[in-house]
Antibody, heavy 117, light 107 residues
């Protein structure tokens, strides 16, 4: 069965960087696009961008341009999201999700990133 | 960016009720419109894609209507497990954008 398993919670200081991983299983990793979406505590959903796991082509939300990087390791069926210059407003749950028909049909369990001094 | 506006932001309903949630896009999204359900502490779950197509495994009491800018999610016969927050999302243009959510709770 399709699964996306994310790395564990992180606590970071303002100005630091964080990397969250998303390991895929149960399907052909390189054939799909993975998106990243975040959700601040008690808030709505915010799209961050996407990466094609086969070609490594990326598209980032302009809101995060210059601070965000998506990479992938096909040998490990894993996608990575790195966010730099963290600020308190980046405290959120970060989700990876698979794109099938311009929708997000499978999601990771979420990774809480807390930014606090 | 395309703005997605949901209404209402919350509603109270009883088991067995018919519930309708609206989602309006600031411009045409050509039926690139998806609906998700989210329960506390869990990731969102895809219910409806392409405005009206039911995701595999989702009960048939969930349905979606299609239009240029106005979309609805209907739950016909609300069940106890349906109390959750629902989000619409457009995938016609990047950045993909979500509605602010509609919380459905027990009356």
């Amino acid at each position: 069965q399709v699964q996306l398993v994310q790395s564990g919670a992180e606590v970071k200081k303002p100005g630091a960087s964080v990397q969250v991983s998303c390991r895929a299983s149960g399907y052909s990793f390189s054939s799909y696009v993975i998106h990243w979406v975040r959700q601040a505590p008690g808030q709505g959903l915010e799209w961050m961008g996407r990466i094609h796991a086969g070609t490594s082509n990326t598209k980032y939300s302009e809101q995060f341009q210059g601070r965000i990087t998506f990479t992938r390791d096909t040998s490990a069926s894993t996608v990575y999201m790195e966010l730099s210059s963290l600020r308190s407003e980046d405290t959120s749950i970060y989700y990876c999700a698979r794109d099938t028909y311009d929708d997000l049909d499978f999601w990771g369990q979420g990774t809480l990133v807390t930014v606090s001094s | 960016d395309i703005q997605m506006t949901q209404s209402p932001s919350s509603l109270s309903a009883s088991v067995g009720d018919r519930v309708t949630i609206a989602c309006r896009a600031s411009q045409s999204v050509r039926n690139y419109l998806n609906w998700y359900q989210q329960k506390p502490g869990k990731a969102p779950k895809l219910l409806i894609y392409a405005a009206s197509k039911l995701q595999t495994g989702v009960p048939s009491r969930f349905s979606g209507s299609d239009s240029e800018t106005n979309y609805t999610l209907t739950i016909s016969g609300l069940q106890p497990e349906d109390f959750a927050t629902y989000f619409c999302q457009q995938s016609y243009h990047t950045p993909w954008t979500f509605g602010q959510g509609t919380r459905v709770d027990i009356k």
